[in-house]
C-alpha cells in the first residue's frame, strides 16, 4: 500500500472506526462468532491459553465473550501491520518482530469485505507518530480492569515533557510497565527527529526497552513500535532495529518465560534512565494471595514495608520505584516516575521517603490535578545504590516544581517533612505550609473517634422493606445497592423473610450531605442487641437463620482467594467494629471516611438501632451540643481546606483531628455558637433534601455558602486560634 504523507491517521480516528460501538465491531464480532462455531476445537484451543494468561489480570471475571473481544482488536492489530507492510515482507514480519502473544488469540482470516473497510479506512495514509491504539485498547481492556491492575493512560504532553527532561540520544532507557508503549513512542519519535545518521538511529532505538506483564499491552506496543519503524525506514525489514519489548513481571524478572531469562538477566545494572508509569495499586488490590505474600516479601527485603497497621495499603509503585533501580540501574542512572502523591503523604509509605537508596530527589506537582482524577506527582531521583551512606539530612529539603495544567511552570519552590529521621519521614508538603503545620497540635478526639463496621458485601446485607407482618418483615435487595456492586457480588434475593428483630439502620457514604442523611437503609445483622454473634438466637429464628444460611454460603463461594476471613459475620465484625457500636450513646456525629472534601451530621439514635458503616468515622456522647459542635466544625470549608495539605489521595480518615480540634467546652462562647449553627444549619438542610432528595453533597454546600462562610470565622477562632 503506498502512503500519502499529508494524511495522517490518529489514535481517535482509530476508535471511532473501529470501536466497541461501531458497525464494523458489529459485523466483525458476528464473523469471528461464527468462525469460533466451524472451528470449536481451534477456538477452544486459543481460549485455555488466553485465560491462562489473562486470569491473574481479571480474576474471576474471564469469559469467552471477552475473549471475542480481545481477539477483534489483536485481529485489528494483525491487519493494520499486513496493510502497512510490503507485501514482499509481509509473511515474515510476526517471526523477525517476535509477535508471540498473537499466540494467545483467536484471530481466523478475516472476510474479504472487512478486509477491503480496513484497507479503504487507511486509504494510503501514513500514520501520526503517536500510540495508534491508546483509545481503542482503553475501550477494549476496560476502565474499571485497567485500574483494577493500576494502569492509568498516561497523557502524551506529559510523557513528552518528562522525556524532553531527561533523555538524550543514545541512553540506555527502560520503561518497566510499559503497557500499550506510549513512553517508548516518543523515545523513539525523539531519535527519529534527532537529525542523526541512520546507524545512530538505529542504536540509539536498540537501547529502548519496554517491560509489561500484560499481553494485550506489550503486543499493542509492539505494532505502535513496528509500525513507526514501517514508515521511517521506508518498510526494509533488513535495516529496522530489533523491538525490546518484553512480556514479563518487572519485581520478578527471574521468573520469566525461561526462552528469555538469559537475555533479561544481561539487562542487570545496565541500564541509564528508567521512565514510565507504574501500577497504581494497593497490596488490598491484589486478587492472587501468593502474588500479595511476594509484595510483602519484597517490600520488607527493600526497607520500605509499612507498620502492620498499613500493610494493606502497599503501594505497588512505591514498590517499583525501589525495585527496578536495584536490578535494573547503574549507579547515578535515573529513575523518573508518574506516581500516586499518596507517596508523599501517606502513612503507610513513611520508609519509602527515607529515599535510602537515593540521592537528588525531584517532585513535580499538579496541585489540582490536570491529568488523572486520582491526585499524582512526577519523583524523579539519581540511583546511588545500598552502599551509599547519604544522611537523610542530605536529602531534605526536596526540589520540586509546580506546574499548571499547560505543564507551564508556575513555581519552583523546596518541599520538606515536618519530622524525619534515619527510619523514614513524615508528610512531605512544601516548607511553607509545614510552617504553618508546625504550630498545630493533635485534637484529644482523635483517641474517641472510630471507623465504622465493614458492612460488606452489601449487597447481602442492605435491604428493603416489601412488608411488615407481626413481628416479621419481608424483604428484598436494596435496588441502590445492587445497582453499585461488583459483577461478583450483584446478589439479588426477593420476598425473603427474616424476624425484625435483625434488621437495623445504616447509610452509605452517598446518603451523608453536609448537616444531614438523606436516606438511611436497612440492613440485616445476625447479632443480639449487643451486636455479638448469638448462635443460639440464630437458631430459634428459623427465618434469619435460614437467610443468614443463604448469604452465607454465597460470602464463602464469592469471597477473594486472599481472604482468611471465613464467615460473612466475621467479615461483618472485622476488628470487632460491629460489636463496638454496641456502647454508643444517644447522640452520634459522623463523617465521610473518604473524599474530597469533610461532610457530617448528627444523628439521635434513641431507639434507632444505627449501626455506622466502615465509609464513615463516628463518635457518640450524650451531649447533644457537642455533637453539633464537631459537626460544624467538620462542615466548615477551612477545615477541608487544610486537610487537603496533608491527606493522601481521596482518603480522609482521622485526618481532621491533626488540627488541634479542643474538647468541647459548655462555657466557651464560641463552642456555644458552632453547636447553636449547627442545629440551625441541620434544620435548614433538611428542608432542602425534602425537597430534592437527589441533591449533592456539592448543591448543599451552593445552597448554604453564606452560612459556611460564617462558620469558618468561628472555626478559625475555635481550632485555628485566628
Known amino acids: 500500500m503506498r502512503f500519502n504523507m499529508n494524511k495522517k491517521i490518529s489514535s481517535k480516528q482509530f476508535a471511532e472506526f473501529f470501536g466497541l460501538g461501531t458497525n464494523f465491531y458489529k459485523e466483525t464480532s458476528i464473523f469471528l462468532k461464527r468462525q469460533a462455531e466451524l472451528n470449536k476445537s481451534s477456538f477452544q484451543k486459543k481460549f485455555r491459553l488466553w485465560e491462562s494468561a489473562f486470569k491473574k489480570i481479571y480474576g474471576k471475571e474471564i469469559e469467552q465473550s471477552l475473549f471475542l473481544k480481545h481477539s477483534y482488536y489483536v485481529s485489528i492489530l494483525k491487519l493494520v501491520v499486513l496493510l502497512s507492510a510490503d507485501t514482499s515482507v509481509n509473511k515474515t514480519i510476526y517471526d523477525h518482530f517476535n509477535l508471540d502473544e498473537l499466540k494467545l488469540f483467536f484471530c481466523p482470516k478475516l472476510d474479504e469485505t472487512l478486509i477491503s473497510e480496513i484497507s479503504k479506512f487507511l486509504g494510503g495514509a501514513s500514520l501520526a507518530r503517536e500510540d495508534h491504539f491508546h483509545e481503542l485498547y482503553q475501550q477494549v481492556f476496560h476502565v474499571s480492569t485497567r485500574h ?20 538524550k540520544i543514545g541512553l540506555k532507557t527502560l520503561d518497566p510497565s510499559c503497557g500499550s508503549g506510549s513512553f517508548l513512542i516518543k523515545l523513539i519519535v525523539q531519535i527519529f527527529n534527532s537529525k542523526n ?58 521468573q520469566s518465560n525461561p526462552k528469555i531469562e538469559n537475555e533479561i538477566s544481561k539487562l542487570n545494572k545496565s541500564f541509564d534512565l528508567i521512565i514510565g508509569n507504574p501500577p497504581w495499586l494497593t497490596y488490598k488490590d491484589i486478587t492472587n494471595k501468593s502474588y500479595q505474600l511476594k509484595i510483602r ?36 542512572g535515573i529513575i523518573f516516575f508518574v506516581m500516586p502523591k499518596s507517596v508523599l503523604n501517606g502513612d503507610h509509605c513513611f520508609k519509602f521517603r527515607r529515599f535510602s537508596i537515593f540521592n537528588t530527589i525531584e517532585i513535580w506537582d499538579f496541585p489540582n490535578n490536570y491529568f488523572f482524577n486520582v491526585d499524582h506527582i512526577c519523583l524523579k531521583a539519581e540511583y546511588v545504590g545500598t552502599r551509599s551512606e547519604i544522611k537523610i539530612t542530605e536529602i531534605y529539603p526536596i526540589k520540586a516544581m509546580i506546574f499548571d495544567s499547560n505543564l507551564e511552570l508556575l513555581d519552583e519552590t523546596k518541599y520538606s517533612s515536618f519530622e524525619y529521621d534515619e527510619r523514614g519521614a513524615k508528610i512531605i508538603m512544601p516548607e511553607k505550609e509545614l510552617k504553618f503545620l508546625d504550630m498545630l497540635s493533635i485534637s484529644p478526639y482523635k483517641a474517641k473517634f472510630f471507623q465504622g463496621a465493614t458492612l460488606v458485601p452489601k449487597s447481602l446485607v442492605f435491604f428493603k422493606i416489601d412488608k411488615r407482618n407481626d413481628n416479621f418483615l419481608e424483604i428484598s435487595s436494596d435496588p441502590g445497592v445492587i445497582m453499585r456492586a461488583k459483577k461478583v457480588w450483584r446478589y439479588k434475593f426477593q420476598k425473603k423473610l427474616i424476624e425484625s428483630k435483625f434488621g437495623f439502620k445504616s447509610f452509605l457514604n452517598k446518603d451523608l450531605v453536609p448537616f444531614y442523611i438523606k436516606e438511611l437503609r436497612n440492613v440485616f445483622l445476625p447479632v443480639d442487641n449487643s451486636l455479638k454473634w448469638d448462635e443460639k438466637l440464630l437458631n430459634n429464628n428459623p427465618k434469619a437463620s435460614n437467610f443468614y444460611t443463604e448469604i452465607n454460603n454465597f460470602y464463602k463461594i464469592n469471597k477473594k482467594g486472599t481472604s482468611n476471613i471465613d464467615s460473612l459475620f466475621l467479615n461483618l465484625n472485622y476488628w470487632n467494629k460491629l460489636t463496638k457500636q454496641a456502647n454508643n450513646k444517644q447522640y452520634i456525629v459522623v463523617y465521610n471516611a473518604s473524599g474530597s472534601r469533610l461532610k457530617s451530621a448528627v444523628i439521635d439514635n434513641e431507639d434507632l438501632g444505627m449501626v455506622i458503616c466502615s465509609e464513615n468515622y463516628y463518635f457518640s456522647t450524650n451531649s447533644l451540643n457537642e455533637a453539633h459542635y464537631l459537626s460544624a466544625i467538620f462542615n466548615s470549608p477551612v477545615l477541608s481546606k487544610n486537610i487537603k495539605l496533608i491527606k493522601s489521595s481521596r482518603h480522609i480518615h482521622k485526618r481532621p483531628f491533626s488540627f488541634p480540634i479542643p474538647i468541647y467546652d459548655n462555657d466557651n462562647d464560641i463552642h456555644r455558637k458552632l453547636a447553636k449553627k449547627s442545629q440551625k444549619y441541620h434544620s435548614i438542610v433538611q428542608d432542602l433534601v425534602f425537597n430534592n432528595k437527589n441533591i449533592t453533597a456539592e448543591k448543599v454546600r451552593t445552597f448554604i455558602n453564606p452560612k459556611l462562610i460564617k462558620l469558618d470565622i468561628l472555626t478559625k477562632k475555635a481550632v485555628f486560634q485566628i
Do not use: C, W
Not at 532505538?205 to 499491552?217: K, V
Not at 514498590?319 to 547515578?332: E, G, Q, V
Open 148 to 167: 483494577k491492575i493500576g494502569e492509568f493512560y498516561t497523557p502524551s504532553s506529559l510523557v513528552e515533557k518528562m522525556i524532553d527532561k531527561l533523555y
Open 197 to 254: 545518521n541512520e546507524s545512530v538511529i538505529t542504536k540509539a532505538i536498540d537501547n529502548i526497552y519496554g517491560f509489561d506483564i500484560n499481553p494485550l499491552a506489550t503486543l499493542t506496543a509492539k505494532v505502535n513500535l513496528l509500525l513507526l519503524f514501517l514508515d521511517y525506514f521506508n518498510r526494509k525489514i533488513s535495516k529496522m532495529p530489533r523491538i525490546n519489548i518484553f512480556l514479563i513481571d518487572s519485581l520478578f524478572p527471574e
Open 297 to 332: 516479601t519484597l517490600s520488607e527485603t527493600l526497607g520500605i514495608k509499612p507498620s502492620s497497621q498499613y500493610i494493606t495499603h502497599i503501594e505497588l509503585a512505591s514498590i517499583f520505584f525501589f525495585a527496578i533501580p536495584l536490578k535494573f540501574l547503574k549507579i547515578k
